[in-house]
């Protein structure tokens, strides 16, 4: 499960992508899926800094920046830190 803020959580396994939400196209997406209530609102009234598309057409906003969203997602273990400080 990935955390995206204020206690609420996302499969891993059903996210397709974590975007910023700057762009027209992806405003769009956003009105799209509120008039297809597809749209899943976690901000908690804050301003919205990511979007979360998943496997099954939802979209999610969430208040974390997609580049907080994309580190809780695949932390790097101490493992890989090191094996990659090796190879160097």
């Given amino acids: 499960m990935l955390n995206v803020g204020f206690g609420n959580y996302v ?20 009105t ?8 899943i609102d976690l901000t908690y009234g ?11 057409g939802q979209v999610i906003l969430a208040s974390s920046v997609p580049e907080t969203l994309a ?11 090191r094996e990659e400080d090796e190879l160097t």
């Fill in 71 to 81: 580190g809780r997602f695949a932390p790097i273990s101490k493992e890989n830190t």
């Fill in 11 to 30: 499969a891993k396994d059903k996210i397709v992508v974590i975007m910023s939400p700057e762009s027209a196209p992806i405003k769009r997406l956003v």
């Fill in 46 to 56: 804050r301003r919205t800094r990511a979007i979360i598309i998943t496997t099954d």
């Fill in 32 to 39: 799209n899926a509120k008039l297809g209530e597809k749209l």
